[in-house]
């Protein structure tokens, strides 16, 4: 089974607004990545975050991680009808594992 | 630099027939993945490539998959006989050998099985 779950399943926001999606696994990670799909594509890296890093900042892309809960955040502030995709988070242990990721629909 | 690239894009098959699919990763870049992502589902990995080696395999239905990476740089992946259950995004990514874990991921096949 897949070791990332992201949630919710879908979010649906307007432009402007912020869209949090939460990542939950269940084994000790190297680190935690974030992917972004739009439709018909392939995954583009968004950002990395190590296990001993607690929040990065990358541009409007904000990801927390608590190893303790064995969960991580990516929060887009200031959203855009061009953030319209699959997010994904890739969990690293010996593989990269992904959950089934976060629909995310920003409305103009 | 130019990107992962996958051929072919699209592909219809009847089941029990074969197929094949090919990846040229990023030039330079070692490791090389197959992953399988099926509709409404994240990827997930068939089989990692370090150069010309077998890294990571234990996901690869072996009895109908193959997929070998000949001199290190191409891949590609087979399908042998082909079940409706396969109809599927197979996706091809590479890495670099830097410290970096990010991977840079191609455009995927889409495989229909009927």
């Known amino acids: 089974s897949q070791q990332g779950e992201e949630d919710p399943q879908a979010l649906s926001i307007q432009e402007g607004e912020n869209a949090t999606m939460n990542c939950s696994y269940k084994?000790?990670?190297?680190?935690l990545q974030w992917y972004r799909q739009n439709s018909g594509r392939g995954l583009v890296h968004l950002i990395l975050?190590?296990?001993?890093?607690r929040e990065k900042h990358s541009g409007r892309l904000r990801v927390t991680l608590d190893t303790s809960k064995k969960s991580s955040s990516l929060l887009i502030t200031a959203s855009r009808a061009a953030d319209t995709a699959s997010y994904f988070c890739g969990t690293s242990g010996s593989r990269l594992t992904f959950g089934e990721g976060t629909q995310l629909t920003v409305n103009p | 630099e130019a990107g992962v690239a996958q051929s072919p894009r699209y592909k219809i098959i009847e089941k029990r027939q074969s197929v094949a699919f090919w990846c040229n990763p990023i030039s330079g870049h070692a490791t090389l993945y197959w992953y399988q992502q099926i509709l409404g589902q994240g990827p997930k990995l068939l089989i990692q490539f370090q150069n010309n080696g077998v890294v990571d395999d234990s996901q690869l239905p072996k009895d109908r998959f193959s997929a070998e990476r000949l001199k290190g740089v191409d891949s590609t992946l087979k399908i042998q006989p082909a079940k409706l259950e396969d109809s599927a995004v197979y996706l091809c990514?590479?890495?670099?050998?830097?410290?970096?874990?990010?991977?840079?991921f191609g455009p995927g096949t889409r495989l229909t099985v009927t």
């Open positions: 990514a590479s890495r670099g050998l830097a410290a970096s874990y990010e991977q840079y």
């Open positions: 084994t000790s990670i190297n680190n």
């Open positions: 975050i190590r296990s001993n890093e």
